[in-house]
């Protein structure tokens, strides 16, 4: 398994691990942000990545928090969206990393549960029935 930071070569894989990405203006320029402000890691198994995630530096109250996270389906439970936010929580820039998902996202609650995160909140209204729930990480010292 290899995780690196991504490159603007890169965004071709990257719309290949996320077909939102391709059609989503917001979410292409998330991406393409976090490329050129090296907080966009990629992941993978062989050659071709199958994971992503950005990093949007100090954009929630002035923390960084975890904008996008992606494995391909594929892919999932092999432990690249672990090594991503690794990475991310290295190469984070305060002493706490923020995420969010919505409530029913299971597998994505159990991820962030096993790697330390803490429930910090909810906000209501953004999916109707199915609130987005905040997370918070505290790094045990920064880069961790």
Known sequence: MWVRLARSSDIDGIVGIDAEAGGDAYRRE???QGI????????????????????????????????????????????????????????????????????SNGPMRALLEARGYQEAGAIDHLDPGDPEIVFVRYLTRLGV
């Open 30 to 32: 998330l991406i393409l």
């Open 36 to 103: 050129t402000e090296d907080s966009c890691w990629i992941a993978g198994r062989d050659e071709a990545p199958e994971g992503y995630l950005v990093l949007s530096r100090r954009h929630f109250y002035g923390r960084d928090f975890v904008s996008l996270v992606e494995v391909k389906e594929s892919a999932r439970r092999g432990g690249l969206a672990s090594a991503l936010f690794q990475a991310a929580e290295t190469g984070a820039t305060t002493p706490q990393v923020f995420t969010s998902t919505n409530r």
